[in-house]
């Protein structure tokens, strides 16, 4: 097992551990308002998309780099270069929106800052040596981590966000327990705090997101496996 899976489950295990302990400290455990169904719902998208992000990244990244020493530049990685971090990003922020407090976000971002950032620049490092001029380059022209608005707004989406049935399968691992863990638990939350009336609204609403996601999927999803 990679050193990056071990440290990032360590981590994982230590928050769950601590959130368990203390739940009505991270949680939002008081009855849901407008505000909160939107947090929640926003959330969810968030979770989905991340999700795709993550797996449009490494799905493309394994077709074309299948000797491990390419560098890559088309697909996501024509508008960041780390899209797979970024994919990482918008799903865990989108966990905080949907079941904790909005104090927990700074925490989020912190974590996410020590784990990844520095992370992010030995990888660098280690590319400019591997790449040299072609990698220096590359850097210039495209952000580290957030995308220029302008960019994704001009191209279409199928160029930066490539995706096919085979990458989907592959990663089912990955988002399959990552959408059930946070919907058991929104469950459990709103079941017990806001009721079978208000729980009812936010599974529409639920419901909403994961028929748009199917969608968008079908419109832009390759064969190709």
């Known amino acids: 097992m990679k050193k990056r899976i071990k440290i990032n489950g360590i981590i994982i295990f230590a928050a769950i551990t601590v959130m368990i302990i203390s739940p009505q400290v991270f ?13 929640e719902i926003s959330g969810l998208t968030f979770v ?9 990244a490494r799905g493309y990244k394994a ?19 780390n899209p797979m971090y970024l994919g990482i ?8 929106l949907m079941l904790f407090k909005w104090w927990v976000v700074c925490i989020f971002v912190a974590v996410f800052v020590i784990r990844y950032i520095l992370l992010i620049f ?20 495209v952000p580290r981590l957030f995308p220029r608005t302008k960019e994704l707004l001009l191209r279409n989406i199928k160029e930066y966000l490539p995706l096919q049935w085979g990458w989907l399968i ?10 059930l863990i946070a919907l058991v638990i929104k469950s459990i939350k709103g079941l017990l705090i806001d009721g079978p009336v208000v729980y009812g ?12 996601f199917i969608i968008f ?4 999803v390759s064969v190709k496996s």
């Open 201 to 212: 609204c936010e599974l529409l609403g639920f419901v909403a997101v994961f028929v748009t």
């Open 63 to 81: 077709e074309n780099c299948k000797d491990g020493y390419s560098l890559i530049k088309g697909g996501p990685y024509t508008f960041v270069r």
């Open 170 to 179: 592959r990663e089912k691992g990955t988002i399959i327990p990552v959408v």
């Open 27 to 39: 949680f939002r455990l008081a009855p849901i308002s407008l505000l909160g169904l939107a947090a």
């Open 122 to 141: 030995n990888e660098e490092k280690y590319l400019e040596k591997l790449f040299g001029k072609a990698y220096t380059d590359y850097k210039k022209s």
């Open 48 to 56: 989905l998309l991340g999700l795709l992000f993550r797996v449009s």
């Open 217 to 220: 999927i079908k419109v832009n």
């Open 89 to 96: 990003l918008i799903s865990g922020f989108g966990i905080v």
